[in-house]
């Protein structure tokens, strides 16, 4: 087994050979750019997604460092979003590499052509729609599969629930 959520384990993976060797049907990594160095030319991968609107996903961060962080806890939302302690164009900034300085136009357009060539893209709003779009597009089938109906369910879970997610707004 490798740890694809740090660096280290996705350095032990690519030692492996993992992302050429066919084996692995999804790595998941909140490491985008170092899960990359997995695959080669003849062995490419496609990322998926669920997308938050921004202003909800702000909104979100907001409540939850409010709750643990002593300067944000005196502020109002607006207070918040005018202050350094709100993200600027995180998502660009992810999606580009640039994490400091002034991020321009030119990141946007480089950052929603590595949204339009390499993820399947899902809406969080929209998880039902969204999960039968990657299902359809990755070919993924647990109808026939001997524990279907675990699996099923599961899924029901995630896409009910909400695992994974800072819902507190």
Request: charged share 25%; net charge negative.
């Amino acid at each position: 087994n490798v740890d694809a959520t740090t660096i280290a384990g996705l350095e032990r993976a690519r030692s492996m050979g993992l992302g050429t060797s066919g084996i692995a049907e999804v790595v998941a990594s909140p490491l985008l750019h170092q899960a990359s160095s997995l695959f080669d030319p003849d062995h490419r991968a496609r990322a998926f997604v669920l997308m938050r609107h921004p202003v909800e996903r702000a909104v979100s961060t907001y409540n939850n460092l409010k709750a643990g962080h002593p300067q944000v806890s005196e502020m109002s939302l607006e207070e918040y979003a005018k202050s350094p302690y709100a993200e600027n164009n995180w998502m660009v900034r992810f999606l580009t590499g640039k994490m400091d300085g002034e991020v321009k136009d030119e990141h946007l357009a480089v950052a929603k052509e590595v949204l339009r060539t390499k993820f399947v893209v899902g809406l969080l709003g929209d998880k039902q729609l969204s999960m039968a779009r990657f299902e359809w597009y990755f070919g993924w089938d647990y109808s026939s599969l001997p524990d279907a109906a675990e699996k099923l369910q599961c899924r029901k879970l995630i896409l009910d629930g909400n695992p994974a997610t800072n819902e507190q707004a």
